[in-house]
T-cell receptor, first 117, second 115 residues
């Protein structure tokens, strides 16, 4: 059974700091991995998707890496801002009998990030 | 493009009742997935629909069901509500649901409270 773990559970940093969020998964037969952010009481916003054949993806101040062999992904946030405060979730999609596990993402518990001015 | 929309946004029901939640995917997306989010269990996959067919299902009791219409809109139904069904129900859509590049886009959710 695929398990996804995110460390740390919570992180508080001053504005401007660079930070790294960690995600580990137990089953390396993943199809892809997605990072999301969730603001309190809201839905999820997709940040980055990394296909299983890729090593990293970048979008603005965000960079996500993937190491399938070690079962790890990291989300790097550069020059953090108070608006980055949210819960960050990573989710993996496994391979299935038909090639992919249709629609099913397995989520970690999230990292609650607070960036204070 | 308009994002994923879910209605209603909030619901209050009592134990034993049933409820229907609705989801409209992003235009052109044919795959719709449903998730339950609770503080204790986090986000858990309920089921996925594509072309009006359920292709994948999570570990939830039969009280949870869904369907998809020809325009890709989807509904989920929970019968005989229990207190533990109180949660944020999230719908996500993607182009095909099975591509390497398929990004899932989530709606704002329906907050269900069971009294």
């Amino acid at each position: 059974k695929q398990e996804v773990t995110q460390i740390p559970a919570a992180l508080s940093v001053p504005e401007g700091e660079n930070l790294v969020l960690n995600c580990s998964f137990t089953d390396s037969a993943i199809y892809n991995l997605q990072w999301f952010r969730q603001d309190p009481g809201k839905g999820l916003t997709s940040l980055l998707l990394i296909q299983s054949s890729q090593r990293e993806q970048t979008s603005g101040r965000l960079n996500a890496s993937l190491d399938k062999s070690s079962g790890r992904s990291t989300l790097y946030i550069a020059a953090s801002q108070p608006g980055d405060s949210a819960t960050y979730l990573c989710a993996v999609r496994l391979r299935g009998p038909g090639g992919t596990s249709y629609g099913k993402l397995t989520f970690g518990q999230g990292t609650i990030l607070t960036v204070h001015p | 493009k308009a994002g994923v929309t879910q209605t209603p946004r909030y619901l209050i029901k009592t134990r034993g009742q049933q409820v229907t939640l609705s989801c409209s995917p992003i235009s052109g997306h044919r795959s719709v997935s449903w998730y339950q989010q609770t503080p204790g269990q986090g986000l858990q996959f309920l089921f996925e629909y594509f072309s009006e067919t359920q292709r994948n299902k999570g570990n939830f009791p039969g009280r949870f069901s869904g369907r998809q219409f020809s325009n890709s809109r989807s509904e989920m139904n929970v019968s005989t509500l229990e207190l533990g069904d109180s949660a944020l129900y999230l719908c996500a859509s993607s182009l095909e649901g099975g591509l390497f590049t398929d990004t899932q886009y989530f709606g704002p959710g329906t907050r269900l409270t069971v009294l």
